[in-house]
T-cell receptor, first 111, second 113 residues
Framework: QKEVEQNSGPLSVPEGAIASLNCTYS??????FFWYRQYSGKSPELIMS????GDKEDGRFTAQLNKASQYVSLLIRDSQPSDSATYLC???????????FGSGTRLLVRP | EAGVTQFPSHSVIEKGQTVTLRCDPI?????LYWYRRVMGKEIKFLLH????????ESGMPNNRFLAERTGGTYSTLKVQPAELEDSGVYFC???????????FGPGTRLTVL
């Protein structure tokens, strides 16, 4: 079982729709959770971090965390073609500051 | 404020040769991390420096890889001798304090022929 699992996609949504990206993780001791966006050939860029159960909103982005289900998600409202990228879920372990990444979900926003 | 920089952006070498990758973290960031992504796989942690000390090198694949951070500023990652399976993108990241956001560099794409 992979430590952090994501559907590779591509997830295709029309412009203006809500894109929902999901991630599950295996280490119950994980404390910190991150969503990075990566455009092709570019570096991963942090867009959201979440540390406690519930929702965290930042502009068009909402991160949701459910530690009991070991599940973290990212919602992108009013999706734009510029949101087309690979979204990486990353988890920080309880005994180390290294990030454990999922393989990423490719999002395509159709104009 | 300058971001994390990496050099070179792309390196093509033959199997058995040596390559040295460089990372300059954001100024003032004591924590420096190396990660790599090999073809079709997820980004994986290699090691973590706190200033000049190796805090965690559990992800280093074997003794062909040597990372240094003399003086606690920039870091180098040397692969000697390179093997075909070392091909991939090597990312460096830095953070100001432990647990803070890790900012990633653009990566070095290594191709071993």
């Amino acid at each position: 079982q992979k430590e952090v699992e994501q559907n590779s996609g591509p997830l295709s949504v029309p412009e203006g729709a809500i894109a929902s990206l999901n991630c599950t993780y295996s280490d119950r001791g994980s404390q910190s959770f991150f969503w990075y966006r990566q455009y092709s050939g570019k570096s991963p860029e942090l867009i959201m971090s979440i540390y406690s159960n519930g929702d965290k909103e930042d502009g068009r982005f909402t991160a949701q965390l459910n530690k009991a289900s070991q599940y973290v998600s990212l919602l992108i409202r009013d999706s734009q073609p510029s949101d087309s990228a690979t979204y990486l879920c990353a988890v920080e372990g309880d005994s180390s500051y290294k990030l454990i990444f999922g393989s990423g979900t490719r999002l395509l926003v159709r104009p | 404020e300058a971001g994390v920089t990496q050099f070179p952006s792309h390196s093509v070498i033959e199997k058995g040769q040596t390559v040295t990758l460089r990372c300059d973290p954001i100024s003032g960031h004591d924590n420096l991390y190396w990660y790599r992504r090999v073809m079709g796989k997820e980004i994986k942690f290699l090691l973590h420096f706190v200033k000049e000390s190796k805090q965690d090198e559990s992800g280093m694949p074997n003794n062909r890889f040597l990372a240094e951070r003399t003086g606690g500023t920039y870091s180098t990652l040397k692969v000697q001798p390179a093997e075909l399976e070392d091909s991939g993108v090597y990312f460096c990241a830095s953070s100001q304090d432990l647990g803070n956001t890790q900012y990633f560099g653009p990566g070095t794409r290594l191709t071993v022929l």
